[in-house]
Structures are given as C-alpha cells and as structure tokens.
C-alpha cells in the first residue's frame, strides 16, 4: 500500500505562486512515476505534471508548461509542484498519484495508469 498527502493549497492572487507538497508513504518511493492532476467541479480529471522514478523524464500538460515545475526529493519521499503566474482557470483540487508498474510516457498523463491517490488540496486563485 502507498499512502499520500498533498499539502500547499490555499487562495492566492491571480498572478501569485503556491508550491503544493506530495508525501508519500512506502520504501520503494524512489521506483514510482509521480504524477499531478487537477479537477474541477463538473469537469474531468486533468493531467497537470508528471516526473519518472530518476526525475530525468518529466512531462507537463500545455496548459501548465512554462508556469509550473514538478520535482521530486526521494530521500523525503515527496514529490512537489512549484507553481507560479496563477491564473483563475488553475482553480482546482490538485491531486497527487503513484504509478508503481513502470509505466511510461504518454501513459503517464492518463489518470487510469496510477495506483493510488491522495485525498487532494484545494487551490483557488481569485482575479
């Protein structure tokens, strides 16, 4: 079982920052994919950012790319999500996966490939 809690939501500012925090439970934390998706009320589940087990494959969704940087500290078992130049269509609950199988990009950006998720954080960014 691997057990996650996103943390660094709030409300912030059109035009502010947030950095939003994964914790991850499990000893095997530096093999999983990580990955940030985002949602809305009545809309999908959308990929934000992924980061592969060695942090050298990374991949963000367009709407992102530029604004937002993902990173991860394996010796922490966190994976993060700096995100900067908020606009308000960036308001969502921000949740955080695991991918424990290898899987791949462009696997990676569809929710079905994780195996375990957080509960989410809150971001809402006022105009």
């Known amino acids: 079982q691997v057990q996650l809690v996103e943390s660094g939501g709030g409300l912030v500012q059109a035009g502010g920052s947030l950095r939003l925090s994964c914790a991850a439970s499990?000893?095997?934390?530096?093999?999983?994919?990580m990955g940030w998706f985002r949602q809305a009320p009545g809309k999908e589940r959308e990929f934000v950012a992924a980061?592969?087990?060695?942090?050298?494959?990374?991949y963000y969704a367009d709407s992102v790319e530029g604004r937002c940087t993902i990173s991860r500290d394996n010796a922490k078992n966190t994976v993060y999500l700096q995100m900067n130049d908020l606009e308000p269509e960036d308001t969502a609950v921000y949740l955080c996966?695991?991918?424990?199988?290898?899987?791949?990009?462009?696997?990676?950006?569809?929710?079905?490939?994780?195996?375990?998720w957080g509960q989410g954080t809150q971001v809402t960014v006022s105009s």
């Open positions: 499990g000893r095997t934390f530096s093999r999983y994919a």
């Open positions: 980061i592969r087990w060695g942090g050298g494959s990374i």
């Open positions: 996966a695991a991918e424990v199988d290898g899987r791949s990009w462009p696997l990676l950006k569809a929710a079905r490939a994780y195996d375990y």
